[in-house]
């Protein structure tokens, strides 16, 4: 299986803040990476999809990078109903997630 | 409306079996991948297995041979049948339709709790 490392895994942020976690595979997956964001007591939600798609509604403050192993997602002004927990997830082969990085409020 | 409903989810014991259900809306299970995806509590995500819109399925390894995923194109429904329950199955289970050709899991259900216990 494909391991995925997120980090950090937990952030102390402010509103307004610009934050950018990361996400190292294991081994090459191309640009099969997505992130969801997840709050407690609810599904996760898809955010970025093949690395630097935004699905549809996303507000366009959340922005992926990266290709082949090393991949980040930033949120350039984080806004108060950013503050939850976010994995990535890899689809170049059987599905893995992150272990996820949980924003918090500084 | 697109929409997923998960149901079945309960208090089992250990080596029992559940039927989870996921009543989809608003596209066909038939047409599109589907999967299902456990959180334990206070834990991450992991992906458990995947229905195809050719029928193939497709596992992770801790759940072979104990879970069977399944559709109702007539019902538009997607199941997880669960034998053999151990203690760590125990989470919420979500259904999720897959994205291709991403690989995505772009629309999630609300979650239901299987809880594996005596």
């Known amino acids: 299986d494909i391991q995925l490392t997120q980090s950090p895994p937990s952030l102390s942020a402010s509103v307004g803040d610009r934050v950018t976690f990361t996400c190292r595979a294991s081994?090459?997956?191309?640009?099969?990476l997505s992130w969801y964001q997840q709050k407690p007591g609810k599904a996760p939600q898809l955010l970025i999809y093949?690395?630097?798609s935004l699905q549809s509604g996303v507000p366009s403050r959340f922005r992926g990078g990266g290709s082949g192993t090393d991949f980040t997602l930033t949120i350039t002004s984080l806004q108060p109903e950013d503050f939850a927990t976010y994995y990535c997830?890899?689809?170049?082969?059987?599905?893995?997630f992150g272990q996820g990085t949980k924003v918090e409020v500084k | 409306e697109v929409q997923l409903v998960e149901s079945g989810g309960t208090l089992v014991q250990p080596g029992g079996s559940l039927r989870l259900s996921c009543a989809v809306s608003?596209?066909?299970?038939?047409?599109?991948?589907m999967s299902w995806v456990r959180q334990a509590p206070g834990r991450g995500l992991e992906w458990v297995s995947v229905?195809?819109?050719?029928?193939?399925?497709y596992y992770t390894d801790s759940v072979t041979g104990r879970f069977t995923i399944s559709r109702d194109n007539s019902m538009n429904t997607l199941y997880l049948q669960m034998n053999s329950l151990r203690r760590e199955d125990t989470a919420v289970y979500y259904c999720?339709?897959?994205?291709?050709?991403?690989?995505?899991?772009?629309?999630w259900g609300q979650g239901t709790m299987v809880t594996v216990s005596s």
């Open positions: 608003g596209f066909t299970v038939s047409g599109n991948y």
């Open positions: 999720a339709r897959r994205s291709q050709p991403s690989g995505s899991l772009d629309i």
């Open positions: 081994q090459y997956i191309s640009s099969y």
């Open positions: 093949d690395t630097s």
């Open positions: 997830q890899q689809s170049y082969s059987a599905p893995t």
């Open positions: 229905i195809y819109d050719d029928g193939s399925t």
